[in-house]
């Protein structure tokens, strides 16, 4: 999930929020001003049941931050690279450029989140009853009462062990430490995440029969949306089993063609020597250090009458932003760094020199190769088997 805009960093984090954040903050606005806090206490300002639905709304997306958060300072000490957190639609998300090196690191890093959530959730829940107490029955009352629940709740839900959630983790952590093996570990999680979702269509389309259509709605598209999730962990992780052994050298593009960072929009769109075969391009400084990545997408954002005077160097991706790896690095463990990268490529480089690129299609087409002979040697064995 790629944010759309970035709020700042906490904790040496970069925080950004994707552009769905919208659609869930003006229900929940909407949802507490105009139904909750009116059917409770009737008869108030509408802008103060506004005001305390858009600050409860606020401080609800600081409590999904903080759960985040939670597990992005988490990853850090146990040795995970962390990329950012982006707050979404359906919540929010660590995104983490490694995997966890052990079963306990696994439980550590997923187990955090829920456990900050209810944390927050008593807290909130103290603050209402010292609110009953000092103030009395009221809107802010209210409001901290919700916020004590919500994040109760939230705690509880992200526990059930299904990928993606971090219930799901925690099975896999697990798994992992039962089996040993990483690869079955989150395809048991994956298939639990997906038993979950089905779960929660169905039960969501008897609630839309039964009358009970918002709720209905909303428990299939979130049980859409853990199928989908859990189905892609699953297909990573057999991924991972096929690359299982292969380092880089052995799938990425050598010696790409490098642009230099002074070339202009302009000269590049002309020059043979990039057309037609690569989507995207080292940038380099004298021809051999490199100083980050352009892809054709940001070229052709570069509006026509500035490409003459606008530089490589002006718009690409710089180094500290793209994943770069060796040629000796396991396919497996750049694998996670590419997917939560922005342009999902690596540059290879050996010491500081390019010396490749590893790009998605690099990828399937060794996952493809790999697949073709393991099948083709099974086929063999079948074959041999039979005849003896």
Avoid: K
């Avoid at 593009?253 to 057309?275: K, N």
Wanted: include cysteine; charged fraction near 15%.
């Amino acid at each position: 999930m790629q944010e759309t805009f970035r709020l700042g960093h906490l904790a040496g984090i970069r925080v950004g929020v994707h552009w769905s954040v919208l659609v869930i903050f003006a229900l929940i606005a909407f949802g507490l001003a105009q139904v909750r806090l009116p059917g409770v206490y009737p008869d108030r300002a509408l802008w103060l049941y506004w005001s305390v639905g858009l600050v409860t709304a606020v401080v609800f997306f600081a409590s999904l931050l903080a759960h985040e958060l939670a597990h992005a300072i988490v990853a850090r000490r146990n040795g995970v690279r962390v990329e950012g957190i982006t707050l979404w639609l359906l919540g929010g998300v660590a995104r983490l450029q490694d995997e966890a090196a052990s079963p306990s690191a696994e439980l550590r890093i997923s187990g955090v989140g829920p456990l900050v959530s209810f944390l927050v959730g008593l807290g909130f829940g103290v603050v209402a009853v010292a609110i009953g107490w000092v103030i009395g029955p009221g809107l802010v009352l209210e409001a901290a009462a919700w916020l004590a629940a919500i994040n109760i709740l939230l705690a509880i839900f992200n526990v059930i062990p299904a990928a993606p959630l971090d219930g799901g983790r925690l099975l896999r952590a697990f798994l992992w430490w039962r089996t040993g093996d990483r690869v079955r570990a989150t395809l048991g999680a994956s298939t639990a995440g997906r038993t979950f979702g089905w779960t929660l269509v169905v039960l969501g389309l008897f609630l839309f029969l039964q009358g009970v259509a918002l709720s209905g709605i909303w428990l299939a598209i979130i049980g859409f949306f853990l199928i989908s999730a859990a189905t892609a962990e699953g297909r990573h992780a057999e991924m991972r089993g096929v690359l299982a052994g292969i380092p880089v050298r052995e799938a990425m593009t050598p010696d790409p063609v490098t642009a230099p960072a002074e070339t202009t929009i302009a000269e590049f769109l002309d020059g043979p020597l990039f057309r037609y075969r690569h989507s995207a391009f080292p940038v380099t400084r004298d021809g051999t250090l490199p100083l980050g990545m352009v892809c054709i997408h940001q070229i052709r954002n570069v509006p026509v009458g500035a490409r003459s005077t606008t530089t490589l160097g002006d718009i690409m991706r710089p180094r500290d932003e793209i994943v770069t790896t060796s040629p000796d690095e396991p396919l497996t463990e750049v694998l996670t760094r590419m997917e939560s990268g922005p342009d999902q490529r690596a540059l290879v480089l050996d010491g500081e020199s390019v010396v490749g690129i590893l790009t998605p299609s690099d990828i399937s087409r060794v996952v493809t190769w790999l697949t073709t002979v393991r099948a083709h040697a099974r086929g063999r064995d079948h074959e041999e088997g039979r005849s003896g």
